[in-house]
């Protein structure tokens, strides 16, 4: 018996809309509340797989939809039903006049299924609407027709798409049950795989001076570029290709069945029976031979590509390079995220956080930038807005010309001033924290070039299972639900797997996310 879930491939109601690059998915079935659930994955009818985040959408409310004279606010297929509690926000623009920014108000009558008015309380008088607020504020509330998901959909849109939910097991830890992200449904394909891919990437912790911070300084004014590097590239030489039985011999190679590996030529003849820049599939003979598929399915099924020629000695194998982004928050980096999972690393490769940016150049010749009378550092407005007092930066004078009291190249610590847009500097973390500035008491002796720039962030990979199979030491043994541990600190880059059910097979594989099967 399968153990993948409690309502494994269920078939929801109606249809639904998946919007590329949109976050919120669209249907017409009423039945979202009773059917979804937050941590659901929802697999449209092409397959695509996509998390349920959230069943409170928030969704944009311009101008032009709402209606003063009747007291509507038009949202298409809003899914509300009266007396229903609803949040509205005025996301920093001109409210909508009549209501009240960040306030809570009640559903007072469902006009048309496009089409509702608003009560300040349950059952309460009609709120009159006197003006339409700004093109930017949301109205957001349980909704039975559209839920949220956790990022935005990659795929080409697919519109009235028949689509079906699989749930994840349920931990009761806590006051109340929620989805266990950390439970995975293992297939028996997964079962053999799953050992060479990037399975997430974490923020680092970095110790400078009396501090340790997470995710480097401010001020990344937007998300910086993540650097995984490409995998080993394997070389084929002629004499490592047998005909007879179509394989490569690779010494010790630790590839798994289902590996993707891109084949190039080097320039040179190509391997007869494969193309130069040509994705393949991985058939593992043993640990130290291989044969190559045409797709994924046909390493599965063990079917190999007929090899007719050697090639030649400059060729290659290379695995996928796998990616990531970034997520800021306060001008740091606060998350990254894998986009692509890569295959073929066999050892844990070294993650690059692009540095952020700096305070852009900053003229401290002038009295009117570094203020000697309070020893305070005129800076950009954005950067003040992210700024935390006990924030590391270091200054570089950028050869313009030095400032008596900082030293080019030093680390020193912000102290947020209570005036808009200033800093003060202290020589520690501690000394900033008491508020103890340093007395800047000349400006810059010349140039325009000054700067501050926070720390860069750092992060570590977190590889599958990482170990040839062979030697079951962190072999995933059983298909069926299983718990990833992810290691941090002196663990950090270590994911165990443990075997909470066994089964004999398993279906509606959705949760590739997270385990890929190859």
């Known amino acids: 018996m399968s153990s993948w879930s409690m309502n494994d491939g269920s078939a ?4 639904y809309t998946l919007t590329n690059a949109s976050a919120i998915v669209q249907g017409n079935s009423s039945a979202d509340t009773s059917e979804i659930a937050v941590g ?26 709402v209606n003063a004279s009747n007291d509507q606010i038009t949202i298409t297929d809003h899914g509300f039903v009266a007396n229903q509690e609803v949040h509205y926000k005025a ?14 108000f009640f559903v007072k009558t469902v006009a048309s299924a496009n089409a509702f008015t608003l009560s300040a309380t349950e059952g309460g008088a009609l709120i009159d609407i006197t003006g339409t607020g700004n093109n930017a504020q949301t109205v957001s509330g349980t909704s039975t027709k559209a839920f949220t998901i956790t990022e935005a959909f990659g795929e080409s849109t697919n519109s009235g798409s028949s689509c079906t939910v699989t749930r994840p097991p349920i931990n009761f830890v806590g006051a109340a049950p929620h989805i266990d992200a950390n439970i995975l449904g293992i297939t028996s394909a997964e079962s053999l795989g799953g050992l060479d891919n990037i399975t997430a990437v974490n923020v680092g912790t970095t110790s400078l001076g009396s501090i340790d911070y997470v995710g480097g300084n401010t001020y990344h004014g937007s998300a910086p570029t993540v650097t995984i590097p490409a995998p080993t590239v394997r070389t084929i030489a002629t004499a490592k290709v047998t005909t007879a039985s179509d394989s490569i011999e690779i010494a010790s190679h630790n590839i798994r069945t289902g590996t993707s590996l891109t084949y190039q030529d080097g320039g040179g003849t190509a391997l007869a029976g494969l193309t130069d820049n040509t994705e393949y599939f991985a058939i ?22 007929t090899l007719t020629g050697t090639g030649n000695n400059a060729q290659t194998l290379e695995g996928t390079q796998a990616t990531a982004t970034a997520t800021i928050s306060g001008g740091k980096v606060t998350g990254i995220t894998v986009t692509n999972v890569g295959s073929d690393y066999q050892t844990l490769p070294s993650i690059t956080v692009a540095a952020p940016g700096g305070t852009g150049s900053l003229n401290l010749t002038s009295s009117s930038v570094l203020i000697t009378g309070t020893d305070e550092i005129v800076i950009p407005s954005a950067l003040y807005a992210v700024l935390t007092t006990g924030d590391a930066m270091t200054y570089a004078e950028g050869g313009s010309g030095n400032q008596a009291d900082l030293t080019d190249g030093t680390v020193y610590f912000a102290i947020k001033s209570g005036t808009s847009n200033r ?24 140039g325009t070039a000054h700067t501050f720039t926070g720390g860069t962030a750092t992060a570590t990979a977190n590889l599958g299972l990482g170990v040839d199979g062979d030697d ?3 072999e995933i043994s059983h298909v069926g639900w299983v718990k990833k541990t992810v ?25 590739d996310i997270a385990t890929p099967d190859s």
């Open 472 to 474: 079951d030491r962190r």
């Open 487 to 511: 290691g941090t600190g002196g663990r950090a880059g270590r994911v165990h797997y443990e075997t909470l059910v066994a089964a004999s097979s398993i279906t509606g594989d959705a949760e």
């Open 423 to 446: 800093m003060k500097l202290a020589t520690t973390y501690a000394n900033a924290v008491a508020g103890t500035a340093i007395d800047l008491t000349a400006v810059a002796s010349g």
């Open 284 to 305: 593992r003979v043993d640990e130290d031979n291989i044969k190559l598929a045409s797709s994924l399915s046909n390493a599965q099924a063990g079917t190999a590509i």
């Open 12 to 15: 929801l109601s109606g249809t």
């Open 40 to 65: 659901d994955i929802v697999i449209d009818d092409n397959g695509d797989k996509v998390r349920v985040a959230d069943i409170q959408p928030a969704r944009t409310v311009a101008t032009s939809a």
């Open 91 to 104: 996301n920093g623009g001109t409210a909508i006049a009549g209501l009240t920014d960040e306030t809570t």
